[in-house]
């Protein structure tokens, strides 16, 4: 008999090491990972407020699925993320810990609306969703270029500067335009102070590949923030194109291209050979501005949702 999923609200250090454990099994096996960065950094540091954590584990004690499940969202609703063992799927465990989302979600929300994510686009996981009721409503592209082939110089307005991140100095004022640059964004736009403190204390933060353009009075007017990826995993570091924002004040400026290539520029002059990105299916202008960077699409991750 299947052991039932246990509800918890904080993972102890063996919990969070078992998640991580399982999270890497799955990825290594199905070419994705099956958790997002937010969710990784609430695994590991926790947040200002409780998630809910669904674990099923063997009679061994053995972790063989778990599920995230933030209910902090009034406006869109709850969000779940989750990943079962390779070894352990075709046995009910996914609908398990779906089911048990949304009995989680059922008894906070008359709409019951709860979101489910699935990176990569698996199959398997696209049918489960829509046997339980939930529709595809938000697509995730990531895409790739090589950073061998060539790349334009960036192009600024007279009097912006592009620098490098400063520590201490430029964090409120990064907060405040990044709020104002993604204030239709469902995720972006609602990063605090704290958010961004969590990601400087990553061991992938560099200040040298936060690059941030400014105004010749200072104000920052738009940024992009590189990452490099890979060293502690078995593939090859790769580059990022983390986040790229303006302020709407900047917009027409063309900052938003420039502020892309220097950052590629940035990671090729590390030695990188490739770079990647994120960005919404919706959002055609910036989708436009990748493919003419030589951006390709990947891989593709994709939001379920159920309720209105």
Do not use: C
């Not at 070894?87 to 609908?95: A, F, K, P, V």
């Amino acid at each position: 008999m299947q052991p039932a999923v246990v509800r918890i609200e904080h993972l102890s250090p063996t919990d969070v090491d078992d998640v991580l454990g399982l999270a890497q099994a799955a990825g290594d096996t199905d070419g994705a990972y099956p958790l997002s960065e937010h969710v990784v950094l609430h695994i590991r540091h926790g947040g200002d407020t409780p998630a809910v954590h669904l674990l099923n584990r063997d009679h061994d004690g053995a972790l063989a699925g778990y599920a995230h499940l933030d209910t902090t969202d009034a406006v869109e609703g709850a969000a779940a993320e989750l990943v079962v063992h390779p070894l352990r799927r075709r046995h009910g465990l996914g609908r398990a810990l779906v089911k048990a989302a949304m009995d989680v979600t059922d008894e906070a929300d008359p709409q019951g609306r709860l979101r489910l994510w699935a990176h990569g686009d698996h199959p398997s996981a696209g049918a489960l969703a829509l046997s339980l009721g939930f529709a595809r409503s938000r697509v995730l592209f990531q895409m790739r270029r090589s950073l061998f082939a060539a790349l334009p110089e960036p192009r600024v307005p007279d009097g912006v500067e592009v620098r490098a991140f400063r520590p201490g100095e430029d964090d409120d004022a990064w907060v405040e335009v990044n709020a104002r640059a993604f204030a239709d964004h469902p995720d972006q736009g609602r990063w605090t102070l704290r958010d961004l403190h969590v990601r400087m204390a990553e061991p992938w933060f560099d200040p040298e590949g936060f690059l941030i353009a400014t105004d010749p009075a200072e104000k920052l007017l738009g940024f992009h923030w590189t990452k490099v990826h890979g060293h502690h995993h078995e593939h090859q570091p790769i580059g990022e194109v983390y986040v790229v924002g303006v302020d709407p004040s900047a917009h027409g400026l063309g900052l938003g291209r420039a502020l892309t290539v220097a950052g590629l520029r940035h990671l090729r002059g590390r030695g990188l050979d490739q770079a990647m990105l994120y960005v919404d299916e919706s959002n055609v202008r910036a989708v436009a501005l990748y493919e003419g960077l030589g951006f390709a699409r990947w891989s593709t991750d994709v939001s379920y949702r159920r309720g209105h």
